[in-house]
């Protein structure tokens, strides 16, 4: 019973966390990007300081998400354009080359003071020309994975009077 409750409570809670994707969610998505978005938002992540950083490019589309290596520039805690994507021969190249820009319908929509912030190691989704939705994932500052707490022993061992 305690079983179920606890999963009951971590799908509520995720469905709380995603919540504010829900379009993207609404079917699910397969891939990788469910165990990278679970990880940083539990785990949290340092501030990311100024500067070139590696990242996980994350590309979801009709449900389906694949994630590549890339890098980004960080200023002022905001990601800076461009972004790459890394290709098999370690070679970086701009994002562009794969997507379009970004829908500005979409962009009109959005708090342009908000729109390239990075929270717990993530960027906010941004949504392309193609409608492809895409999230970076600044992986090497999020935070160590938490232990277990250790659990005590039932009442009667831990409780009974010693024997002399």
């Known amino acids: 019973m305690k079983i179920v409750c606890t999963l009951a409570m971590f799908f509520l809670m995720l469905s709380g966390v995603f919540a504010q994707e829900k379009s993207i969610f609404s079917q699910g998505v397969e891939g990788c990007y469910e165990d990278y978005y ?7 992540a340092d501030p990311i300081p100024d500067g070139e ?32 994507i890394q290709k098999d021969d370690e070679a970086y190249v701009p994002a562009e080359r794969m997507f379009k820009s970004l829908d500005m319908e979409w962009v009109a929509k959005q708090d342009i003071n908000r729109l390239y912030e990075i929270t717990d190691g993530m960027t906010n989704i941004f949504q392309t020309q ?14 160590p994975d938490h232990r277990n707490n250790k659990k005590a022993p039932p009442a009667q061992e831990l409780l009974k009077e010693e024997e002399n």
């Open 38 to 44: 679970i990880a940083f938002h539990e785990r949290g």
């Open 53 to 84: 950083h590696e990242v996980v490019f994350v590309v979801l589309n009709q449900g389906k998400s694949d994630c590549f290596m890339g890098k980004a520039t960080v200023k002022d805690g905001k990601v800076a354009l461009p972004v790459y």
């Open 130 to 143: 193609e409608k492809y939705h895409i999230r970076l994932f600044f992986h090497t500052f999020i935070h």
